[in-house]
């Protein structure tokens, strides 16, 4: 595909909601490698009382329907026994420079 092409590819965002043991195993910082590496923009951040996860990743459809696959494995200490996910809107133009994704506290 050309770069001109990708750039006017339509987006897709997802709102992911990880439970399971996922803080205080290095959850953020693994998914924010992944989304990273798959282009995507977005966040990830601790909810709750110490076992769930909200991540929002936006980007090519396929990469984000990636990221929502691999989240069900998490990195090697946590133990993720669900992962709920539905479509958002996007929040940046089909050609706007889109930020990195990023671990919120």
Do not use: T
């Not at 050309?2 to 803080?23: F, I, N, T």
């Not at 205080?24 to 709750?48: I, K, P, Q």
């Not at 998490?74 to 996910?85: D, E, F, N, T, Y």
Request: glycine share 8%; with cysteine; hydrophobic share 45%.
């Amino acid at each position: 595909m050309a770069s001109d092409e990708k750039a006017h590819a339509p987006r897709l965002r997802l709102r992911l909601l990880v439970q399971g043991r996922v803080q205080g195993v290095g959850f953020r910082a693994w998914a924010a490698e992944a989304a990273n590496d798959l282009g995507l923009s977005g966040y990830v951040m601790n909810c709750g009382a110490g076992d769930l996860v909200e991540a929002e990743v936006e980007g090519d459809p396929s990469a984000v329907r990636r990221f929502a696959q691999i989240l069900h494995h998490g990195p090697p200490l946590a133990a993720v026994r669900s992962v709920q996910s539905r479509a958002v809107p996007p929040r940046h133009a089909e050609s706007a420079v889109v930020p990195p994704f990023v671990i919120r506290r």
